[in-house]
T-cell receptor
C-alpha cells in the first residue's frame, strides 16, 4: 500500500513569507507526527496528533509554527514569517495506536524547506 | 529530559568489515530503544528495536542489545556490504510518550 507522502518535496521561499507543508499519512493511521531535521542533526519532535487534536505540541519552537489535522487524516504544517533558521527538512510520520504493543512510526520522504 | 548520544561519523569501512556504532541514552523513565536507517534518497526506516533490558533487536544482520546498566544500545554488524551505506540514527521513546528522541546520526560508507 501507499506510504506516507509529503508535498512539496522542496520549497524555496523568502524570509518573511508564509509556507504550508502537507502530509498524507498511511490510510487508517490515527497518529501523526511532525519532526524537523536540521543539517547534520537527527530529527527533532515538533507535534503529535491523535485523530484531529494535537495531543502534544511541546516541540513547536514558537508561535510562528502551527499545524492542523481537521479531518483526522491529512495534516498541514504552517509557518508564518519564515526566518533563515527555519531552513530544514520537515518530516512527517504516522502510526497506529495500540496500547498493547509498540506502534512503529512510518516516515515520509520529507519536505526540504529553504528560506533565503 | 530524554537525550541520545551516538558515535560521530563519518565512518568508512571496507566490505566484509565489522561495524559498531555506539549509542548511549539518558531517560527519565524506562524507554524503548530503536535504530533507524536512512538510505540515500529514501526516508527514515525502522531497522530494529528493543523494549526492555537485555532484549536484543536484530534485522538484516544488524544487532543491538538494550543494556540498562550502561544505558547503551550499540549497533553491530559482523560483515557489512556496500548496500549498508546509509545514515544510522539511534532513538528512544518513553513508554507513555509516543514521540521519538533521536541522536545526531552516523554516516556509514562501505567501499567495495
Amino acid at each position: 500500500g501507499a506510504g506516507v507522502s509529503q508535498t512539496p518535496s522542496n520549497k524555496v521561499t523568502e524570509k518573511g513569507k508564509y509556507v504550508e507543508l502537507r502530509c498524507d499519512p498511511i490510510s487508517g493511521h490515527t497518529a501523526l507526527y511532525w519532526y524537523r531535521q536540521s543539517l547534520g542533526q537527527g530529527p527533532e519532535f515538533l507535534i503529535y496528533f491523535q485523530g484531529t487534536g494535537a495531543a502534544d505540541d511541546s516541540g513547536l519552537p514558537n508561535d510562528r509554527f502551527f499545524a492542523v489535522r481537521p479531518e483526522g487524516s491529512v495534516s498541514t504544517l504552517k509557518i508564518q514569517r519564515t526566518e533563515r533558521g527555519d531552513s530544514a527538512v520537515y518530516l512527517c510520520a504516522s502510526s497506529l495506536i495500540d496500547s498493547s504493543r509498540y506502534n512503529e512510526q512510518f516516515f515520509g520522504p520529507g519536505t526540504r524547506l529553504t528560506v533565503l | 529530559g530524554n537525550s541520545v548520544t551516538q558515535m560521530e561519523g563519518p565512518v568508512t569501512l571496507s566490505e566484509e568489515a565489522f561495524l559498531t556504532i555506539n549509542c548511549t541514552y539518558t531517560a527519565t523513565g524506562y524507554p524503548s530503544l530503536f535504530w533507524y536507517v536512512q538510505y540515500p534518497g529514501e526516508g527514515l526506516q525502522l531497522l530494529l528495536k528493543a523494549t526492555k533490558a537485555d532484549d536484543k533487536g536484530s534485522n538484516k544482520g544488524f544487532e543491538a542489545t538494550y543494556r540498562k546498566e550502561t544505558t547503551s544500545f550499540h549497533l553491530e554488524k559482523g560483515s557489512v556490504q556496500v548496500s549498508d551505506s546509509a545514515v544510522y540514527f539511534c532513538a528512544l521513546s518513553d513508554p507513555n510518550d509516543y514521540k521519538l528522541s533521536f541522536g545526531a546520526g552516523t554516516t556509514v560508507t562501505v567501499r567495495a
